[in-house]
């Protein structure tokens, strides 16, 4: 990981069409801008972490889920 130090209004280029720059500096919060191609995503690391979660419990059924499909597929009979 790359660790660099930056002031308001300096930025970072991150190859030939990415740039993030520091906008400002509130006690613990940092606000940035990041210009890229619409081709770039850029997320939220939280929010990608939440979505993987959701995913992954989408994904995995309860047990009570399984039972109730399978109740009503033998109902079905």
Do not use: F, Y
């Amino acid at each position: 990981m790359l660790v660099l130090s930056r002031r308001v209004g300096e930025s970072v280029v991150i190859g030939d069409d990415v740039t993030i720059t520091i906008l400002e500096v509130r006690g613990d919060i940092v606000r940035v801008g990041i210009d890229a191609p619409r081709s770039v995503a850029v997320h939220r690391a939280e929010l990608l972490e939440q979505l993987e979660h959701s995913n992954r419990e989408a994904a995995s059924p309860s047990e009570d889920a399984v039972a109730n499909l399978t109740q009503a597929l033998r109902n079905q009979d």
